[in-house]
Each structure stands twice: as structure tokens, then as C-alpha cells.
């Protein structure tokens, strides 16, 4: 049972705006920055969007994040088959000396 | 910054597991960085283990905390992970990773992974 939430599957067709969102409480979410992470089937996952909503270079201005209270979202638009991956949330959570929690991932489908 | 993983690829039930971190083209030494590890079991998420900061600072996994132990060797530009009492539950894809600037969970460069099978 991860300590962030999301949904385990999602999937739209090319083109389309996905959106994979992600729960947690106010230890984590609620109080620190979300990073959101890709991984192709066989790498190492990369670093899709941090600080909610920054990407790092080279990531495609089509990839969004957002966050509200205790809750952030990953949004994909103009969806391309090379999106198909899984999709993981990530943040710092203040209890328990602190340390870092993912979100079970979310498997996306490109129909 | 490159990051390599290197350590036995297969570790006998209940004995301790241990990889190290090798990274090239920056320093381990250097401040608002923390370098971690993170796990993937076969078919599953990913799981963070810890990490550990330039100045000696480490933190841990809660369900974790009590069989490992994350360490730098700065005079190889090296960290290394050591994980006690292992079972099959740790066999996993392990993964070293360095956060950007700042950040204490952001990780913006990954190793290729190893993976690690506990089995006799």
C-alpha cells in the first residue's frame, strides 16, 4: 500500500489530454514539492516534472503538473504513442524524521 | 554526471546486501545534492531506501530504517548501501540516483540499475 495515491491504469488515444492524478496528506503534498517520473518498459525512470510544475530540459512542454492542497495532477496533451510508460508521483513526507514516498504508479495505455 | 551500480547480483537469504554508487563528472562531496538509492521489485513501484547528504546526514525508510545503512567514501567519489537480513521480498532492480539542486526527494539522474536476486 503506497502512502501517495494513484490510479493503476489510465489511457486515451493520440491527441488526446490524459490526466493521472495523485493523493496524499499534509505531511507530504500538502506541505512539500511533488516530482513526477516516466519510466519506459526496461530503463531507469527519468524526471518528468519537479517542483509541481517545472520541467527539466528536453522534457516536451506537454507535459504539465499541478497541485491542490493535498492532491497534484500529471497532464499530457497531444498524447503520442511514445507516452505509453508508467508514471509515478514522488514527494517528501515530513513525518518520521522525513523521507520520500511514491505513488504505486500508473500504467498508461496509448489505444 | 554519470552514476553506476556494482555489487553481487545475487545475495544468499538472510545475509546482508551490499552495492556501491560510483559517480563520475561531479562530486558526492558537493552540498544541496542528496545521492539515494531506490528499489523496484519485479512487476511492482518503486520504493525509496534513503539517502544520504555530503555532510554525513542520512535518512531512511521508515520500514526500512532498522537493516539498512547508506554510507559516501568521498575519496572514491562513491556511496554504498548496505541492506541486513535480507529475504526474498528484496529482490528487486536497485537503483542509485543524485536530487537536483535543493531538493531532498527530486531525483534528476538515475544509474542504469542492478539487479539484486536473494535466493540460496
Known amino acids: 500500500q503506497s502512502v501517495l495515491t494513484q490510479p493503476p491504469s489510465a489511457s486515451g488515444t493520440p491527441g488526446q489530454r490524459v490526466t493521472i492524478s495523485c493523493s496524499g496528506s499534509?505531511?507530504?503534498?500538502?506541505?512539500?514539492?511533488v516530482n513526477w517520473y516516466q519510466q519506459l518498459p526496461g530503463t531507469a525512470p527519468k524526471l518528468l516534472i519537479y517542483?509541481?510544475?517545472q520541467r527539466p530540459s528536453g522534457v516536451p512542454a506537454r507535459f504539465s503538473g499541478s497541485k491542490s492542497g493535498t492532491s497534484a495532477s500529471l497532464a499530457i496533451s497531444g498524447l503520442q504513442s511514445e507516452d505509453e510508460a508508467d508514471y509515478y508521483c514522488?514527494?517528501?513526507?515530513?513525518?518520521?524524521?522525513?523521507?520520500?514516498?511514491f505513488g504505486g504508479g500508473t500504467k498508461l495505455t496509448v489505444l | 554526471l554519470q552514476l553506476q551500480e556494482s555489487g553481487p547480483g545475487l545475495v544468499k537469504p538472510s545475509e546482508t546486501l551490499s552495492l556501491t554508487c560510483t559517480v563520475s563528472?561531479?562530486?558526492?562531496?558537493?552540498?544541496?545534492?542528496?545521492w539515494g538509492w531506490i528499489r523496484q521489485p519485479p512487476g511492482r513501484g518503486l520504493e525509496w531506501i534513503g539517502s544520504?547528504?555530503?555532510?554525513?546526514?542520512?535518512y531512511y525508510n521508515p520500514s526500512l530504517k532498522s537493516r539498512v545503512t547508506i554510507f559516501g567514501d568521498t575519496s572514491k567519489n562513491q556511496f554504498s548501501l548496505k541492506l541486513h537480513s535480507v529475504t526474498a521480498a528484496d529482490t528487486a532492480m536497485y537503483y542509485c540516483?543524485?536530487?537536483?539542486?535543493?531538493?531532498?526527494?527530486?531525483?534528476?539522474?538515475w544509474g542504469q540499475g542492478m539487479q539484486v536476486t536473494v535466493s540460496s
Open positions: 517542483n509541481y510544475n
Open positions: 563528472g561531479g562530486s558526492i562531496s558537493t552540498s544541496s545534492f542528496f
Open positions: 514522488a514527494a517528501w513526507d515530513d513525518s518520521l524524521s522525513g523521507h520520500v514516498v
Open positions: 544520504f547528504y555530503y555532510n554525513g546526514a542520512t
Open positions: 540516483a543524485k536530487t537536483y539542486s535543493g531538493s531532498y526527494g527530486g531525483y534528476d539522474n
Open positions: 499534509s505531511s507530504n503534498i500538502g506541505s512539500n514539492t
